[in-house]
């Protein structure tokens, strides 16, 4: 039988959001995460897997049992005793974003602890879904036991895709992020880059130098550039689609996470890769119109069938 899972592996977070006065929302989010979400929602029939690693505390088991009453589950993702959680807090001047992060002693840094454990929960997956930032919260060791783990995915039949997401912060220099994710742009499917990130990372002029650099590397490119269009690089060959504008965004949180997510769910429904992107487009104008980094499943869903 075909494999009709997808999982997405990285850290999922305490997120704060919605300040007013000393009030403050909780929720989980993660780069990750809302991508998974956002494919979950619009894949509804493919079992959907966070493959982390939680702590035994009161928020690591609440953070489990949100996923669980959303349909997500977090397969053989290890759970480590005396961990927690990271956490973020989001602040904002109009829609623009600000974040606030304490994370360094994270439980989601020991993903790769098992490689076992890892293994198995990417077994049987149509869909494997990684970015820069899970690579950025793991050390050299469990880097390549991820990666290891990825190559026997996609050896198994899954698609892999990957989006940089370079955090500088998270890393210890710009050369250990470019040989990084050099590394795992050479197991990828579909690399999911938005241009001002690898403009910074790697100094190309145009969207269309990353999807020329990448195209080298990856067989699928669909190169994000916030409300410009977006470039898809496929066989040689390159079209721009164009964003959908948003006259007053709430909250620009989570738009390309969820760009991702709709472009995905798009292209294993079989849609060609500009339609996805079109479809995509209208995903991510849906998810600025709230707050928060996830947007109401059926919000997600009125969107993409638009």
């Not at 403050?24 to 979950?40: E, K, P, Q, S, V």
């Not at 990856?218 to 269009?229: D, S, Y």
Request: proline share 6%; glycine share 8%; charged share 20%.
């Amino acid at each position: 039988m075909a494999a009709k899972g997808i999982a997405s592996i990285g850290e999922c977070m305490i997120e704060l959001s919605g300040q007013t006065g000393d009030s403050w929302r909780m929720g989980f989010a993660g780069d990750t995460f809302n991508t998974l979400w956002a494919l979950h929602a619009l894949s509804p029939e493919r079992p959907a897997t966070y493959v982390s690693a939680f702590g035994d505390d009161p928020f690591s088991r609440d953070q489990i049992a949100f996923f669980a009453r959303n349909g997500i589950g977090i397969g053989n993702s290890p759970l480590i005793a005396g961990a927690r959680p990271g956490l973020y807090a989001i602040t904002l001047t109009g829609a623009e974003r600000a974040f606030t992060y304490w994370r360094s002693d994270a439980a989601a840094r020991q993903l790769a602890s098992d490689p076992a454990a890892l293994a198995k929960s990417l077994e049987n997956q149509a869909l494997v879904y990684f970015s820069g930032i899970t690579l950025a919260i793991l050390n050299e060791a469990a880097r390549k036991t991820l990666l290891a783990g990825i190559v026997a995915a996609r050896a198994a039949g899954a698609l892999v895709a990957f989006d940089p997401n370079y955090r500088p912060r998270l890393w210890p220099s710009r050369e250990a992020a470019q040989t990084a994710i050099l590394e795992a742009l050479a197991v990828t499917d579909i690399a999911l880059p938005t241009f001002p990130d690898e403009q910074m990372l790697f100094g190309d002029p145009t969207p269309q130098a990353t999807a020329d650099r990448l195209g080298r590397l990856t067989g699928e490119v669909v190169v994000k550039n916030g409300e410009q269009p977006a470039l898809i690089a496929l066989n040689g060959a390159s079209q721009f689609v164009d964003a959908v504008h948003v006259a007053t965004p709430v909250d620009t949180t989570g738009a390309g996470d969820s760009f991702n997510g709709g472009y995905l769910a798009a292209r294993l429904a079989g849609h060609a890769p500009a339609d996805a992107a079109r479809r995509a487009h209208k995903v991510a104008a849906a998810v600025v119109q709230v707050r928060g980094a996830l947007a109401p499943f059926e919000t997600l869903r009125t969107a993409f069938d638009s």
